[in-house]
């Protein structure tokens, strides 16, 4: 049954590296699967149907497009959209042709994009901000008038920035696939395309507040926490309620005893791992409300990991016997399947 499984599976080489994956398999998830070498993606959302393919910063290499068509593909491909094939290979870091493209493209989205990060709410989990530092340039060469618009009430508990807006396209995606009723999408085209709500209605919805965690830029903030404190000075707790609408899993972000904001938890790629409703999210903001798992894992290449401990994770220990038979092979199996 094994030697099926891995027949049906696709040999694709990253960067030098191979690994097996399912046909069906993007070349951003292979590459996420694999674990490094992984293009950055700023539209893609792997919980969200049709996202991807919209800012281009994941484009790639295809040196080869199969084992049976050794032939390259003419043209950089978004990984977010191109299936992989078997014996696909593929460069991304290791190519100066796809790393100055990438160049070019994070420098087409900071046209627009207002030189507020010292302001903005989002400064410091900005992924917009990290694209820029690992792949932009020091300077640019754009010296036109950049557009504005005026900040935008789009309900109770959300502002839209459309100056920060990269049209990702994710927010849209969100509304559509999780709520009852979309009330908002991407109006005019080009240069004068933005998200507008229609005839400025609000979003209402017991689920608006995702739009709010999708997007990877300032351009939707939480009005509850505008401008109350910077995210590395803050405290990440994991925490569950019983909810009726939700799962209920959250992060809890302190400021002191103080729970400032309240977020869906998020993976190791930036993306939501279960949509939360407006009430956990806006709603319950004190301790009693929550039941406390412990400090939120934050990887260590983010700025909110600084003053940020963990709670050690120790497998039990389980006693070894001293045996005049400790050295037996049999004895050292079993012992060590106990430890395991």
Request: charge should be positive.
């Amino acid at each position: 049954m094994d030697q099926l499984v891995q027949q049906d599976l696709y040999t694709v080489t990253i960067d030098g590296k191979e690994i097996k994956v399912k046909p069906g398999t993007t070349i951003l998830e292979a590459a996420r699967q694999l674990g490094e070498h992984v293009p950055p993606a700023m539209c893609y959302y792997s919980k969200l149907e049709g996202s991807g393919g919209k800012c281009r910063t994941c484009i790639v290499k295809v040196v080869q497009s199969s084992a049976k068509d050794p032939r390259p593909m003419p043209k950089p491909v978004a990984s977010c959209r191109t299936l992989v094939m078997d014996g696909m290979v593929v460069q991304n870091e290791t190519s100066n042709e796809i790393l100055e493209a990438r160049a070019g493209i994070v420098e087409f989205l900071l046209i627009n994009h207002p030189l507020d990060c010292a302001i903005c709410d989002q400064a410091g989990e900005c992924h917009l901000q990290d694209l820029a530092y690992q792949h932009g340039k020091l300077r640019t060469r754009y010296e036109f008038k950049r557009r504005t618009f005026e900040k935008i009430d789009i309900g109770p508990y959300i502002q839209l920035h459309m100056t920060r807006c990269i049209l990702c396209y994710r927010c849209v995606y969100t509304c559509d696939q999780i709520t009852d009723n979309r009330v908002h999408g991407v109006i005019n085209r080009g240069d004068a395309a933005e998200i507008s709500t229609y005839i400025q209605k609000a979003i209402d919805n017991d689920f608006s507040g995702n739009v709010i965690d999708v997007c990877p830029v300032g351009a939707l903030t939480d009005k509850t926490f505008r401008f109350k404190n910077r995210v590395w000075f803050t405290k990440p707790v994991n925490a569950h309620r019983v909810c009726e609408k939700c799962c209920g899993k959250v992060v809890l972000w302190y400021k002191g005893d103080e729970i400032i904001r309240v977020t869906a938890r998020k993976n190791e790629w930036g993306e939501v791992e279960d949509f939360i409703c407006n009430t956990c999210r806006f709603d319950k903001k004190k301790t009693s409300d929550w039941i406390i798992e412990g400090p939120a894992h934050i990887s260590n290449k983010s700025v909110i990991s600084q003053n940020h401990y963990e709670l050690p994770y120790d497998k039990p220990v389980v006693p070894v016997k001293i045996s005049r038979h400790a050295n037996h092979p049999a004895f050292v199996e079993r012992e060590q399947k106990l430890i395991e």
